[in-house]
Each structure stands twice: as structure tokens, then as C-alpha cells.
């Protein structure tokens, strides 16, 4: 990859990443407000978003789990391909 299309990704990620902070931040301050339309203190709204940020991340983390077995179950049939491979004839 060319030194221009690297910085181009890393920019890309960067934006990306910026975009997403914004994002969660914009979510919070949607948030607060409605609980203070709502009488609901902003403690109890962090606590919530923290809250659902948890089971975001438990989901992810099972979702990577998942893909992690999968593709620990096709290294072991290719390793026993490769070592039924090696294996001298009688």
C-alpha cells in the first residue's frame, strides 16, 4: 500500500472514530435532556447509558467469541489436514 493510501486509511479511521465519539456524545446530551423534561438526574442517565454500553460491548464480545471458535475450529481441521498430509506410508 502506497504511503499516500496509508495516511488516507488512517485519516479515514481516525474520522471515523472522531464521528463516533461525537455520536455518542450527542446521544448523552439527547439524554440529560430528556431527563431533565423527565425529573430523572443525570446520574440516573449515565447509569443507563453506562448500562447499555455493557450489554453493547457483552454482545460484541460474544459475537468475537464466536467468530474466534469458528476460526479455531477450521486451524485445527487444516492442522489435521497437514499432519494427516505428513504422515509416511506403510
Known sequence: MSERKQISSVSLRAQSEADSITQAA???AMMIQQ????GTSK???LIQR???EAAQLRAEGVR??????KE???LKAQ???AKSAQLPAK
Do not use: G
Request: glycine fraction near 0%; aromatic fraction near 4%.
Open 26 to 28: 450527542d446521544d448523552i
Open 35 to 38: 431527563a431533565r423534561e423527565e
Open 43 to 45: 446520574s440516573q442517565v
Open 50 to 52: 453506562a448500562q447499555w
Open 64 to 69: 468475537t467469541k464466536e467468530k474466534l471458535n
Open 72 to 74: 479455531i475450529e477450521v
Open 79 to 81: 492442522l489435521a489436514a
